[in-house]
Protein backbone atom coordinates (compact mmCIF):
# COMPACT_ATOMS: atom_id res chain seq x y z
CA UNK A 1 0.00 0.00 0.00
CA UNK A 2 3.26 2.40 -0.09
CA UNK A 3 4.68 1.70 -2.56
CA UNK A 4 4.82 4.56 -5.06
CA UNK A 5 2.52 5.39 -8.40
CA UNK A 6 3.74 3.65 -11.23
CA UNK A 7 6.38 1.82 -9.49
CA UNK A 8 6.93 -1.99 -10.21
CA UNK A 9 5.37 -4.33 -7.68
CA UNK A 10 5.22 -8.53 -7.80
CA UNK A 11 2.48 -9.87 -5.49
CA UNK A 12 1.18 -13.29 -4.82
CA UNK A 13 -1.98 -14.31 -3.19
CA UNK A 14 -5.07 -16.22 -3.09
CA UNK A 15 -7.86 -15.32 -5.57
CA UNK A 16 -10.52 -14.61 -3.59
CA UNK A 17 -12.89 -12.29 -6.41
CA UNK A 18 -13.14 -12.56 -10.48
CA UNK A 19 -15.17 -9.58 -12.12
CA UNK A 20 -15.65 -8.87 -15.41
CA UNK A 21 -18.82 -6.74 -15.89
CA UNK A 22 -20.25 -5.97 -18.84
CA UNK A 23 -19.54 -1.98 -18.80
CA UNK A 24 -16.15 -2.25 -18.08
CA UNK A 25 -15.10 -2.79 -21.60
CA UNK A 26 -13.76 -5.94 -21.56
CA UNK A 27 -11.50 -5.42 -18.39
CA UNK A 28 -11.11 -7.75 -15.63
CA UNK A 29 -10.80 -6.96 -11.88
CA UNK A 30 -9.62 -9.43 -9.39
CA UNK A 31 -9.16 -9.28 -5.60
CA UNK A 32 -5.78 -11.49 -4.27
CA UNK A 33 -5.26 -12.01 -0.67
CA UNK A 34 -1.88 -12.67 1.43
CA UNK A 35 -0.82 -13.00 4.64
CA UNK A 36 -0.37 -8.77 4.95
CA UNK A 37 -4.30 -8.05 3.08
CA UNK A 38 -6.26 -7.64 0.05
CA UNK A 39 -4.87 -6.24 -3.13
CA UNK A 40 -6.72 -5.22 -6.27
CA UNK A 41 -5.95 -6.15 -9.66
CA UNK A 42 -6.72 -4.52 -13.13
CA UNK A 43 -6.32 -6.80 -15.80
CA UNK A 44 -6.20 -4.91 -18.93
CA UNK A 45 -7.89 -6.41 -22.49
CA UNK A 46 -4.85 -7.72 -23.99
CA UNK A 47 -3.37 -9.04 -20.88
CA UNK A 48 -6.37 -11.10 -20.52
CA UNK A 49 -6.15 -12.73 -23.87
CA UNK A 50 -3.12 -13.79 -23.43
CA UNK A 51 -3.70 -14.89 -19.82
CA UNK A 52 -6.86 -16.38 -20.14
CA UNK A 53 -6.27 -20.06 -18.65
CA UNK A 54 -4.49 -18.66 -15.76
CA UNK A 55 -6.67 -15.58 -14.94
CA UNK A 56 -10.26 -18.33 -14.99
CA UNK A 57 -8.24 -21.37 -13.76
CA UNK A 58 -6.16 -20.27 -10.96
CA UNK A 59 -6.64 -20.14 -6.78
CA UNK A 60 -3.63 -18.69 -6.40
CA UNK A 61 -1.59 -15.90 -8.74
CA UNK A 62 1.80 -14.59 -9.32
CA UNK A 63 1.40 -10.44 -10.48
CA UNK A 64 3.56 -8.53 -11.94
CA UNK A 65 2.84 -5.13 -12.53
CA UNK A 66 2.67 -1.20 -11.76
CA UNK A 67 1.50 0.44 -8.98
CA UNK A 68 -1.61 2.79 -9.87
CA UNK A 69 -3.22 5.53 -7.12
CA UNK A 70 -6.03 7.44 -6.87
CA UNK A 71 -6.37 9.52 -3.46
CA UNK A 72 -6.67 6.55 -1.03
CA UNK A 73 -7.29 3.88 -4.17
CA UNK A 74 -4.35 1.63 -5.18
CA UNK A 75 -4.32 -0.77 -7.69
CA UNK A 76 -1.92 -3.35 -9.27
CA UNK A 77 -2.22 -2.98 -13.36
CA UNK A 78 -1.06 -6.51 -14.02
CA UNK A 79 1.51 -6.97 -17.07
CA UNK A 80 2.67 -10.78 -15.80
CA UNK A 81 0.30 -13.36 -14.35
CA UNK A 82 1.73 -16.79 -13.39
CA UNK A 83 -0.25 -19.64 -11.70
CA UNK A 84 0.81 -20.67 -8.52
CA UNK A 85 -1.53 -23.35 -7.76
CA UNK A 86 0.41 -26.23 -7.32
CA UNK A 87 2.31 -23.78 -4.96
CA UNK A 88 -0.71 -24.34 -2.88
CA UNK A 89 -1.94 -27.75 -3.54
CA UNK A 90 1.49 -28.71 -2.52
CA UNK A 91 1.39 -27.33 1.52
CA UNK A 92 -0.33 -30.42 2.93
CA UNK A 93 2.27 -32.38 1.16
CA UNK A 94 5.19 -31.37 2.02
CA UNK A 95 7.49 -33.56 4.02
CA UNK A 96 9.31 -31.00 6.68
CA UNK A 97 7.54 -30.71 9.85
CA UNK A 98 6.27 -27.41 10.83
CA UNK A 99 7.01 -26.83 14.20
CA UNK A 100 4.71 -24.99 16.34
CA UNK A 101 5.92 -23.00 19.54
CA UNK A 102 4.60 -24.68 22.73
CA UNK A 103 3.20 -22.24 25.22
CA UNK A 104 1.04 -22.52 28.49
CA UNK A 105 -1.35 -20.51 26.65
CA UNK A 106 -1.58 -18.25 29.50
CA UNK A 107 1.66 -16.15 29.19
CA UNK A 108 -0.34 -13.21 29.71
CA UNK A 109 -1.31 -13.53 33.52
CA UNK A 110 1.73 -15.93 34.18
CA UNK A 111 4.11 -14.60 31.68
CA UNK A 112 6.14 -16.79 28.82
CA UNK A 113 8.06 -20.04 29.95
CA UNK A 114 11.61 -19.81 31.07
CA UNK A 115 11.44 -16.39 32.71
CA UNK A 116 10.78 -16.07 36.02
CA UNK A 117 7.85 -14.77 37.45
CA UNK A 118 8.11 -11.29 38.71
CA UNK A 119 7.91 -9.81 42.05
CA UNK A 120 5.18 -8.12 42.75
CA UNK A 121 5.32 -5.25 45.21
CA UNK A 122 3.77 -5.32 48.56
Not at 26 to 50: H, P, Q, R, S, Y
Not at 98 to 116: M, Q, S, V
Request: proline share 6%.
Amino acid sequence: MQARDRSWLEAAGLVLVRQRPGSARGFMFLTMEDETGAANIVVWVKIFEKFRRVLLSSAMLGVRGRIQREGEVVHLVAHELTDLSAELASVGNREMPFPLPHGRGDEAHHGAPGRGRPRLRP
